[in-house]
């Protein structure tokens, strides 16, 4: 199978890199840079000259469900641009109320061994991540997400605009709150989720 792995920092899946003996010939790698416009660019440019039958989307995340633990691999079933829209005093009309188009879209969660024993899980994707206790409430209460990213849509939205079933897994760095660094779990994340990629590419 002719897999595209996208992630966007080389960090992320620098321990998966460092085996090459664990990627399958048929797997390119793409590390796109930070956001969803460079993910999206990238990508484009990428698909433009050459088809590939998976796209395999993998990164870390911030969780708004704090009953998964910190460092935990998740498989993200759904993902929304948050912001896409309009504000119009206290609400947001998103981009499907306003006609412009659809904001939400949907990738893989089953079908492959190493997807079987992960959480399934809704995320948005957002230009900047939340820091604040009433931002963060709000968007809660509008989109109830569990994780976000910077990445994840636009990779879902490339995968649909060219007829390319997707995966997105995550390993959980932080939880959503106000940024503290002394409490992330970034190398453990890291671990975590190159061992998922092992497994996933020799089941």
């Excluded at 395999?56 to 998964?68: E, K």
């Excluded at 309009?86 to 659809?102: I, M, N, P, R, T």
């Excluded at 994707?125 to 409430?137: E, L, M, P, Q, W």
Aim: glycine share 8%; net charge negative; proline share 4%.
């Amino acid at each position: 199978m002719n897999t595209l792995l996208i992630a966007a920092t080389e960090s992320e899946i620098g321990p998966f890199l460092k085996l090459p003996e664990q990627q399958d010939s048929e797997t390119e790698v793409l590390v796109t840079g930070v956001g969803m416009v460079a993910t999206a660019f990238a990508l484009g440019k990428k698909l433009a000259t050459a088809r590939y039958d998976l796209l395999l989307n993998v990164g870390i995340a911030g969780s708004f469900d704090r009953s998964i633990p910190l460092g935990d691999v998740v498989c993200i079933y759904q993902d929304t641009f948050a912001e896409l829209g309009a504000e119009d005093g206290d609400d947001f009309l998103d981009s499907d109320q306003l006609g412009l188009g659809q904001h939400t879209f949907e990738g893989i969660s089953q079908g492959y061994q190493a997807l079987n024993s992960l959480p399934k899980c809704r995320s948005i994707t957002v230009n900047k991540v939340h820091g604040n206790a009433a931002a963060i409430a709000e968007t809660v209460r509008r989109l109830k997400p569990q994780m976000e990213s910077m990445e994840g849509a636009a990779v879902f939205y490339a995968a649909h605009q060219a007829g390319i079933p997707a995966i997105q897994v995550r390993a959980i760095s932080n939880y959503v709150e106000r940024r503290n660094k002394a409490s992330w779990e970034i190398p453990r994340a890291i671990e975590n989720l190159n061992s998922w990629l092992r497994a996933f590419f020799n089941p």
